[in-house]
């Protein structure tokens, strides 16, 4: 199109931007011209060979309405495309076009709304304060004696006794499950066994099953997480019922330097250099939990500190992924994401209404991040990203068999890349911060 367009911008809400564009009428008759020469040379009229009809009418029989529709289809996609560059727009999706003014012999009139990448007004983080955690994560003896039960464990002697059950023991029990009045079979099974300790059974188990005797039995009242697997009990209150048929007493070998060399293959040659080395890799993930803790709060401090308008475009998108990875999901357990939903309770709409407050809290941390990034210039190199995978794959026995697919894929290097990107931005967020 050789004739200018006219094109005024104004800042909507919610990181959109208005455009109002005003189409040349040279242009726009240059329009209708083109598109009545493509229809007529298509055209089949009666007493005319195929494509010889008079374009006058050809025009007359599909009638302005339709040959206004076809201007329309053929004109606003370049206008579009001309009117973004003019103001250097870059969208985030397809804009919204509302034809205002179109007819023969005059300037067209579009009203466009377009979704950008929204400003990031970024807090200076040397002046934010972070807290501190406010627990401590300091090994303790009782941690230390915990973890040594949990390494011996495999080799415990498991022996069957006469008994009331006791924390620790391995109880032979049947297991009832009830949610609304029905008994779900799914959940439900006989002569389970199931040791009696935390992060085994479910806490409610491990409070009632302790001083239980031989064909007792006890119930619990449990309420099941909405992200549970089994939509039959998902958020759902539920009874669950009991009955031991049998009691093994767990019996851990003692630790002495022949076992603390056979547990740690030959490296430590005493059960008292066994102990220090498993306190050291307790002190060292202690060490990383802290790590973590800091890089958490640090990041709350500078987004809480922050501002940005998230869009609601870029919001639906993350919405609509991650509806598509919970059907995903669902699918590989053999259920329906229609299904699962009608569980719940909840409709699509619903259900993306009840996630997207943190679908938005989730969005605004990675762009505050993103700018973060690209203020601090933590961006790094294709070179660096190859040297980062190739670092990764060392580590990981299933990722070195795959390293020169990987560096063949883009998306691949994308992914490598973000994690890289990230692991800068928070060392460099901890070292501003001091924290």
Same mark, same amino acid.
């Given at each position: 199109?050789?004739?200018?367009?006219?094109?005024?911008?104004?800042?909507?809400?919610?990181?959109?931007?208005?455009?109002?564009?005003?189409?040349?009428?040279?242009?726009?008759?240059?329009?209708?011209?083109?598109?009545?020469?493509?229809?007529?040379?298509?055209?089949?009229?009666?007493?005319?060979?195929?494509?010889?009809?008079?374009?006058?009418?050809?025009?007359?029989?599909?009638?302005?309405?339709?040959?206004?529709?076809?201007?329309?289809?053929?004109?606003?996609?370049?206008?579009?495309?001309?009117?973004?560059?003019?103001?250097?727009?870059?969208?985030?999706?397809?804009?919204?076009?509302?034809?205002?003014?179109?007819?023969?012999?005059?300037?067209?009139?579009?009203?466009?709304?377009?979704?950008?990448?929204?400003?990031?007004?970024?807090?200076?983080?040397?002046?934010?304060?972070?807290?501190?955690?406010?627990?401590?994560?300091?090994?303790?003896?009782?941690?230390?004696?915990?973890?040594?039960?949990?390494?011996?464990?495999?080799?415990?002697?498991?022996?069957?006794?006469?008994?009331?059950?006791?924390?620790?023991?391995?109880?032979?029990?049947?297991?009832?499950?009830?949610?609304?009045?029905?008994?779900?079979?799914?959940?439900?099974?006989?002569?389970?066994?199931?040791?009696?300790?935390?992060?085994?059974?479910?806490?409610?188990?491990?409070?009632?099953?302790?001083?239980?005797?031989?064909?007792?039995?006890?119930?619990?009242?449990?309420?099941?997480?909405?992200?549970?697997?089994?939509?039959?009990?998902?958020?759902?209150?539920?009874?669950?019922?009991?009955?031991?048929?049998?009691?093994?007493?767990?019996?851990?070998?003692?630790?002495?330097?022949?076992?603390?060399?056979?547990?740690?293959?030959?490296?430590?040659?005493?059960?008292?250099?066994?102990?220090? *080395?498993?306190? !050291?890799? $307790? #002190?060292? @993930?202690?060490?990383? +939990?802290?790590?973590?803790?800091? &890089?958490? %709060?640090?990041?709350?401090?500078?987004?809480?500190?922050?501002?940005?308008?998230?869009?609601?475009?870029?919001?639906?998108?993350?919405?609509?992924?991650?509806?598509?990875?919970?059907?995903?999901?669902?699918?590989?357990?053999?259920?329906?994401?229609?299904?699962?939903?009608?569980?719940?309770?909840?409709?699509?709409?619903?259900?993306?209404?009840?996630?997207?407050?943190?679908?938005?809290?989730?969005?605004?941390?990675?762009?505050?991040?993103?700018?973060? *990034?690209?203020? !601090?210039? $933590? #961006?790094? @190199?294709?070179?660096? +990203?190859?040297?980062?995978?190739? &670092?990764? %794959?060392?580590?990981?026995?299933?990722?070195?068999?795959?390293?020169?697919?990987?560096?063949?894929?883009?998306?691949?290097?994308?992914?490598?890349?973000?994690?890289?990107?990230?692991?800068?931005?928070?060392?460099?967020?901890?070292?501003?911060?001091?924290?």
């Amino acid at each position: 199109m050789a004739a200018e367009l006219s094109v005024v911008t104004e800042r909507l809400p919610k990181s959109q931007v208005g455009m109002n564009i005003e189409v040349p009428a040279a242009v726009v008759d240059a329009t209708y011209d083109r598109v009545l020469n493509r229809l007529a040379s298509r055209a089949k009229i009666e007493g005319f060979r195929p494509g010889h009809a008079p374009r006058a009418l050809v025009e007359a029989r599909l009638g302005p309405a339709v040959l206004r529709e076809e201007v329309v289809e053929t004109m606003v996609p370049d206008v579009i495309r001309q009117a973004l560059d003019k103001a250097s727009i870059d969208p985030i999706e397809n804009p919204d076009v509302e034809v205002l003014e179109l007819e023969r012999g005059k300037p067209a009139k579009l009203k466009a709304t377009i979704s950008v990448m929204p400003a990031v007004d970024l807090a200076d983080l040397s002046k934010i304060k972070v807290e501190p955690p406010d627990h401590s994560h300091e090994v303790t003896d009782e941690m230390l004696e915990r973890r040594l039960d949990d390494l011996r464990e495999p080799l415990a002697e498991i022996t069957p006794v006469e008994r009331e059950v006791r924390q620790g023991d391995i109880a032979v029990i049947d297991i009832e499950v009830e949610a609304d009045g029905n008994v779900i079979g799914s959940e439900s099974s006989k002569s389970t066994e199931a040791e009696v300790k935390e992060g085994v059974l479910l806490p409610e188990l491990v409070a009632i099953l302790p001083g239980t005797f031989l064909d007792e039995t006890r119930e619990a009242k449990v309420t099941f997480p909405d992200t549970y697997s089994n939509p039959a009990l998902a958020g759902k209150d539920a009874t669950i019922r009991v009955t031991v048929r049998g009691v093994k007493e767990k019996l851990l070998p003692a630790l002495d330097d022949a076992l603390a060399k056979s547990l740690s293959n030959g490296k430590q040659e005493t059960a008292e250099a066994y102990r220090q *080395a498993v306190l !050291e890799e $307790l #002190e060292e @993930s202690a060490h990383t +939990v802290v790590k973590m803790e800091r &890089e958490e %709060a640090v990041v709350k401090a500078l987004v809480d500190a922050s501002s940005v308008e998230v869009p609601d475009s870029l919001v639906d998108r993350e919405l609509t992924s991650q509806l598509e990875a919970l059907e995903r999901t669902l699918s590989r357990q053999g259920l329906k994401l229609d299904r699962y939903l009608q569980y719940l309770d909840r409709s699509i709409d619903q259900w993306m209404a009840d996630q997207r407050p943190e679908a938005e809290s989730r969005l605004k941390v990675d762009l505050v991040l993103a700018e973060f *990034a690209k203020r !601090e210039g $933590l #961006e790094p @190199s294709d070179e660096e +990203v190859i040297q980062f995978l190739e &670092e990764q %794959a060392e580590q990981d026995e299933e990722l070195k068999t795959q390293v020169k697919e990987l560096k063949k894929s883009a998306s691949a290097r994308r992914y490598f890349g973000s994690r890289l990107r990230r692991r800068r931005v928070l060392d460099r967020l901890l070292q501003i911060s001091g924290a």
